[in-house]
């Protein structure tokens, strides 16, 4: 049975996801570079994460194996090569993302130099299947100097039949050398009928109140809206914003409680959580007060009480974002050295009661 672009079942892993929806610009710009036969040694697929990225290179990761004559990036999801593909086995694929350390057995911060030979190596191989070979990193900018320099070498001098595929959600990261020698495929944020397609499986078991919230914080991203639901977000970004209410005059009692509940445990991912949240309503708050349209009507709505108070402080626009780029600071250097999420969130909303008091 022939491929097609129906929803898939909710998110499946990218690399056995048969379907990619809102995304058909970026896939007919590879195919007409594939086509020309000029294809590019480098590209970076840049954008928001959750956006259908990585499902993308392992689309364009099978077309070229495959050595793809059709005019979609289409594979059936029943054939051996999707198959081996999705578990994992093709011998002309490698895959590299950030590695789980052994002795503490937690995902490494970044890509390191080993890992990188590793891919390079299997690049400079003749490929053992068909006709070419294809490599995938994941979260690219997460490369250490070393790795990226490794990787910059094959860049400027590619074996042939060589694909080297860079998902990146902050491509500025990159060394301006990998930028420069990569040709960039920029995705899109999903439209509300297309996230609302690929979500319907989960929406579907949601009060509707609870839906429209989740597709609105979700902002076009479908893995957005899966990592908001499984992390309880819906009801984590209502509390957030009724205590953002309490400003100027803060309700510690209420924040001691937030922050109690993000201190250990699952209560680190729901730390994590709150900080992200916490960035997107002042991230919000900014475009509103530099007259910048809103990212999301639905979620403006619920946030008008929030946007009116916070507002009004005599700061205005230049505060705010001062505040937004302290706070992005804040939550970096705490995740760098490990600070305590309570103290972490304290200080931040200490640090919004006193610009909401100016």
């Given at each position: 049975m022939a491929e097609t672009e129906a929803a898939p079942s909710?998110?499946?892993?990218?690399?056995?996801?048969?379907?990619?929806?809102?995304?058909?610009?970026?896939e007919q710009a590879f195919l007409a570079a594939w086509q020309?036969?000029?294809?590019?040694?480098?590209?970076?697929?840049?954008?928001?994460?959750?956006?259908?990225?990585?499902?993308?290179?392992?689309?364009?990761?099978?077309?070229?194996?495959?050595s793809g004559t059709g005019d979609r990036l289409a594979c059936d999801p029943g054939t051996p090569l999707f198959r081996r593909v999705a578990a994992g086995g093709h011998s002309d694929l490698f895959y590299l993302a950030r590695q789980v350390n052994e002795k503490t057995g937690k995902l490494r911060s970044e890509i390191g130099i080993d890992d990188a030979r590793a891919l390079c190596a299997?690049?400079?191989?003749?490929?053992?299947?068909?006709?070419?070979?294809?490599?995938?990193?994941?979260?690219?900018?997460?490369?250490?100097?070393?790795?990226?320099?490794?990787?910059l070498k094959v860049l400027e001098e590619?074996?042939?039949?060589a694909l080297l595929i860079l998902v990146s959600h902050a491509p500025g990261r990159l060394l301006p050398t990998i930028r420069s020698r990569c040709r960039f495929l920029p995705l899109q944020r999903l439209a509300d009928t297309s996230l609302r397609t690929v979500l319907a499986p989960l929406l579907a078991g949601l009060p509707a109140d609870d839906a429209?919230?989740?597709?609105?914080?979700?902002?076009?991203?479908?893995?957005?809206?899966?990592?908001?639901?499984?992390?309880?977000?819906?009801?984590?970004?209502?509390?957030?914003?009724g205590l953002l209410d309490t400003l100027p005059a803060l309700d510690h009692v209420r924040l001691h409680a937030l922050a109690d509940r993000a201190q250990s445990g699952e209560g680190r991912d729901r730390y994590r959580l709150i900080?992200?949240?916490?960035?997107?309503?002042?991230?919000?708050?900014?475009?509103?007060?530099?007259?910048?349209?809103?990212?999301?009507?639905?979620?403006?709505?619920?946030e008008i009480a929030t946007q009116t108070q916070l507002g009004t402080a005599r700061?205005?626009?230049?505060?705010?974002?001062?505040?937004?780029?302290?706070?992005?600071?804040?939550?970096?250097?705490?995740?760098?050295i490990d600070l305590e999420p309570r103290q972490t969130l304290i200080s931040a909303f200490g640090t919004l009661e006193r610009a909401a008091r100016r």
């Open positions: 909710l998110l499946p892993e990218p690399r056995a996801n048969p379907a990619l929806l809102g995304q058909e610009s970026a020309s036969g000029r294809l590019a040694h480098g590209w970076v697929l840049s954008g928001p994460r959750g956006i259908g990225k990585e499902t993308l290179a392992f689309r364009i990761a099978r077309h070229v194996l495959a299997l690049l400079a191989l003749t490929p053992g299947e068909g006709e070419w070979r294809v490599a995938i990193i994941d979260g690219a900018e997460e490369m250490t100097r070393n790795a990226a320099n490794a990787i590619p074996p042939a039949r429209e919230l989740l597709l609105a914080l979700a902002e076009g991203s479908p893995g957005r809206a899966l990592a908001l639901h499984e992390a309880g977000g819906v009801a984590l970004y209502r509390d957030l914003l900080g992200e949240l916490l960035l997107a309503v002042i991230a919000r708050l900014v475009r509103g007060l530099s007259g910048g349209a809103p990212a999301s009507h639905g979620l403006v709505r619920n700061g205005g626009l230049e505060q705010w974002v001062e505040v937004w780029d302290n706070l992005r600071r804040l939550f970096a250097r705490a995740d760098a």
